[in-house]
């Protein structure tokens, strides 16, 4: 299954902020899995090389954003975590739910709410983001967020599948 594809295996434990109708962001991508991984792993491996130009990106966004009272993020941990539970920090997000197909993250301000979540189900993987705005800030942020954001998932997604194949091959 292609990245951003929507098929009834991808999506059946997917879950978000609200209706799909209620939100200002929605976007699932998808990878066919060539070995089973948990959620967990899958975030572990996905975050332990960042991607080009990350690091730059988060330090622009911390910086912009704070003059708008937003929490500093500060960027993604590197070093895999091996357990987390419902209720931990995951780097800035709240562990919402854990199982071996879910992985249910959240951020929450006064300017807007982000879940992400991560699903492995039926041999296929996917990211899912549901975000709602509450102010005019929020909205302004999403502007570009949003097109950044489905580019990071998708070039994120693609170096998880080569990885996993490079496992399953033994390499």
Known sequence: MPPNSFGRAATARIQILAPAKELDFLD???IVLPVPVTPLAAWNIMHA??????????????AIS?????KRIGGISRTPKAAVKTGDKLDFFLVEALSDEVLTLTV???HLDVMTCVS????????????????L???????????AHRLIV??????LQQELERRALGG
């Open 108 to 110: 929450r301000d006064r």
């Open 49 to 62: 090389r960042p991607l080009p130009g990350m690091k730059l990106a988060v330090r622009l966004r911390d």
């Open 66 to 70: 704070a003059c708008f009272g937003v």
């Open 137 to 147: 800030f929020g909205r302004v942020y999403m502007i570009p967020v949003r097109p």
């Open 28 to 30: 699932t991508q998808s």
């Open 120 to 135: 492995s189900n039926s041999g296929v993987l996917s990211v899912t983001s549901s975000v709602k705005t509450h102010n």
């Open 154 to 159: 998708a070039r994120t997604l693609k170096r």
